[in-house]
């Protein structure tokens, strides 16, 4: 059986026109892969590229060189060639992203927040709503909350907001950067119980944990990324 | 959710193929080539002079291009070059499967009839007879668009910016359009005007389905609304991609410039 | 006698062709407005100067005139043209709509029925009824050449909107044989009735505007209106107080200053045709209100 995710090769510099065209080499060779129901957390020091795989198998950072490869569909794509059309359709019906900080919609309530990636692919609002509450409610958010924009909420609140929101569709691909990172003890649980039923789905999660005791916790296997660094 | 057939989807909605636009030895555009799907929203990024209004003139049929053509698929499913169309052809389009919205709302509005009218002229135009069902529908889109109902009645003359702006988008969509052109939507209006307005595009942008073409030199505009961006600078599209990749990732010089000119707030 | 500087009935031969050729290209087009290079008369414009040209144009020697003013053969107006053409073109003259080959006619259409062999021609100021909404002629003409009539109705609808009816009372638009709108002149819209299917033929002539239209016998005349808001012609709620005519449309004539006044046939030969043959109406009658309805 195929892997969910096969990254090979994949290699990423960033050149800063506006500083004398400086290039800032991210990540080199890139190669890993993931299969359905396994959890694999990058490890790594601060800089040493992490988020930035992550969002390059989002299709959020574009590669140089490389391949991203990706189950959608049953079919394996590669996503660093891939048209922004079809990368649209992953995000839409594979790949689910929560980001290390939550980036929203000014003046959306939280509820619509968390509701809006089950209701674009196509569950009807009301239920769509529902299912958001449920969540919310699981990550302790109280519900006097949910009819606010998270802009006011705090960190960790909005972390909450931000994991409900990547957690309620069924996605068969997660990419988790610091899901932990802000929350106490109690919440930090609740979202490790939310990572293991995603696996028992027969979720292929990537995730980044800075937290020794959480990355124990999850992961099934762990990458080193320092091998990936790029010279500098 | 508004259901479209699902074969659409695969098929784009318009292309571009190789086009551009001079006067004399002056070159406004060149080399624009894309494909634009149902449900998606492009957004044309760049400075004055950069070339983005006289594209989007050309992809509305509105300028005839020197080079390159675009093509539109109709509602029959075929896909027609839109300077082999007949006026009239062109101009029932432009009435009922697209819509346009001006920067300037006056430009995109009848100033002087009542806001039911304006909205209503569309219907009239496909020859919808009945003064009660054209008012009901009128009533039901200035709900959409959150203006007051009591205003139905009055001339947009009576309206501030804001409400003009909102009564513009209702005035396009009432047809249910299958793309919609926007030329600056949002410039000229008070910030939380412009934010009121860009949350109801956004949400109807959605819930009805459309394919979108907004041209802006705001890049908060294009990272709400547009799900693909294309920067252009001298006439030529120097980058594209998806809205957060150009954004987040900018590769040309010039768009690195941009992505680090706005002000952070 | 006649001076005889004037050829007949006062344009050249060449003037006439060419307006005779307008004619015909209208008739072939009911309800398009044809242009026509429109001569200076001897009244300024917004005294009938359309209908003269068209009238000058169609009359012949055997031809026998009638011409009215709001219904009237002896206002100012209707004598002057009278008295012009038979200066110009010493043709016979009348003020019975049923003796007369050609009527002219400045807003109001005679209440006899008119037959087959008759030409009424209309005065008009503005013939394009979009012209108060969409100024430009560039973009009416286009309406009207790809049948766009959109606006038309954005009129009609904004009527009832602010006055719970559609308030046009003269001037009514029409569409004529199922394609072109076109504007009656301003006629009651009690008269737009007689135009369909009129066995008479229909002349419209606008000097300033420089625009010739017409509908030929037997074509479809049929006024805008709103499924739910249908057009409805009026009736008075009183006949005539000269001659009792239930059905003719109505001048009010103050009589006194202390407020009396008296509802009397506007088409004054109908009146008086009437009032010769017997009928007759109490004379001086109550103050009356109009009333929609019928």
């Given amino acids: ?232 | ?265 | 006698m006649n001076a005889p500087a004037y050829n007949f009935a006062y344009l050249d031969e060449q003037t006439k062709r060419m307006i005779r050729r307008a004619i015909l290209k209208a008739i072939a087009i009911p309800g398009y407005q044809v242009p026509f290079a429109s001569r200076e008369m001897p009244m300024p414009y917004g005294w009938g100067t359309g209908g003269v040209q068209v009238t000058a144009a169609i009359l012949g020697p055997a031809d026998v005139l009638k011409v009215i003013d709001q219904g009237s053969d002896d206002t100012t107006n209707a004598i002057s043209i009278r008295k012009f053409f038979a200066k110009t073109a010493g043709v016979a003259t009348t003020t019975s709509t049923a003796d007369a080959t050609v009527i002219q006619t400045r807003h109001r259409i005679p209440e006899a029925p008119l037959h087959s062999g008759q030409v009424l021609v209309y005065q008009v100021p503005i013939p394009e009824p979009l012209r108060f909404l969409e100024p430009r002629e560039t973009e009416t003409r286009r309406m009207h050449a790809l049948g766009e009539y959109g606006l038309m109705h954005v009129k009609l609808y904004e009527d009832i909107a602010r006055f719970g009816h559609i308030a046009t009372s003269y001037a009514y638009p029409v569409k004529v044989n199922a394609r072109y709108v076109m504007d009656p002149s301003p006629t009651p819209k009690f008269d737009n009735p007689k135009m369909d299917h009129c066995p008479a033929l229909q002349l419209f002539g606008a000097g300033r505007e420089k625009r010739i239209y017409a509908i030929p016998p037997h074509t479809s005349v049929v006024s805008l209106d709103f499924e739910d808001h249908p057009f409805t012609r009026y009736r008075f709620d009183a006949p005539c107080a000269l001659c009792g005519a239930g059905d003719s449309y109505l001048d009010e004539i103050v009589t006194d200053d202390k407020g009396s006044r008296m509802f009397v046939c506007s088409d004054t030969d109908y009146c008086e045709t009437r009032q010769k043959r017997g009928h007759l109406g109490s004379e001086s009658a109550a103050p009356h209100k109009e009333k929609l309805h019928g």
């Fill in chain 2, 1 to 265: 959710m508004v259901e479209r057939e699902s074969e659409d989807r695969d098929q784009p909605l318009l292309t571009a193929e190789g086009l551009g636009k001079s006067y004399g030895r002056l070159t406004a555009c060149r080399d624009i080539a894309f494909a634009l799907y149902p449900g998606e929203v492009l957004a044309i990024v760049g400075e004055s002079g950069s070339g983005k209004s006289t594209l989007l003139q050309m992809l509305s049929a509105q300028l005839a291009p020197s080079a390159g053509r675009v093509s539109y698929r109709m509602r029959d499913g075929v896909m027609r070059d839109l300077a082999a169309l007949g006026e009239a052809e062109r101009r029932f389009l432009f009435r009922t499967d697209w819509g346009y919205v001006h920067q300037d709302p006056a430009l995109g509005l009848r100033m002087a009839v009542s806001a039911g009218a304006n909205v209503g002229e569309r219907l009239m135009a496909v020859g919808w007879n009945h003064y009660g069902r054209i008012r009901d529908t009128a009533t039901s889109w200035l709900e959409r668009v959150e203006i007051d109902t009591d205003r139905i009645d009055d001339a947009p003359r009576t309206y501030s910016g804001g409400m003009r702006q909102r009564l513009q988008i209702a005035r396009n969509l009432v047809t249910q359009p299958r793309l919609v052109f926007m030329d600056e939507p949002t410039g000229g209006l008070d910030v939380s005007v412009q934010a009121r307005l860009l949350d109801l595009m956004r949400n109807l942008v959605g819930e009805l389905d459309l394919a979108a073409i907004v041209v802006t030199h705001d890049l908060a505009v294009a990272r709400l609304l547009s799900h693909r961006l294309m920067v252009m600078k001298g006439g030529r599209v120097i980058e594209a991609g998806l809205t957060d990749q150009v954004l987040d990732d900018p590769r040309e010089p010039y768009t690195q410039l941009l992505v680090s000119s706005i002000l952070p707030v």
């Fill in chain 1, 1 to 232: 059986m195929s892997a969910m995710i096969e990254v090979s090769n994949a290699e990423k510099t960033f050149t800063m026109h506006l500083q004398g065209g400086v290039q800032l080499p991210v990540v080199r060779g890139v190669s890993f892969k993931v299969d359905a129901g396994e959890c694999v957390v990058l490890a790594g020091p601060s800089g040493a590229g992490k988020s930035s795989i992550l969002k390059m198998m989002f299709g959020n950072y574009r590669c140089d060189s490389g391949r991203i490869g990706i189950r959608h569909q049953g079919v394996q794509i590669d996503l660093a060639k891939a048209e922004p059309r079809q990368i649209l359709s992953v995000r839409r019906s594979t790949i689910g992203y929560v980001s290390q900080f939550l980036r929203a919609v000014p003046r959306v309530a939280a509820i619509d927040v968390v509701a809006e990636p089950l209701i674009a692919s196509g569950v009807a609002r009301t239920r769509a709503r529902e299912q958001a509450g449920s969540l919310l409610r699981c990550l302790n958010i109280p519900e006097r909350l949910w009819a606010l924009p998270p802009s006011t909420f705090s960190g960790g609140e909005q972390q909450r907001v931000n994991i409900a929101r990547g957690f309620i569709s069924d996605l068969p691909i997660l990419l988790l950067d610091e899901p932990t990172a802000s929350l106490d003890a109690a919440n930090r649980a609740v979202v490790v119980n939310m990572i293991d039923e995603k696996k028992r789905a027969g979720v292929a999660m990537v995730a980044i944990v800075h937290d020794d005791e959480i990355r124990h916790l999850i992961a099934d296997r762990v990458v080193d990324v320092t091998s990936f660094a790029a010279a500098a």
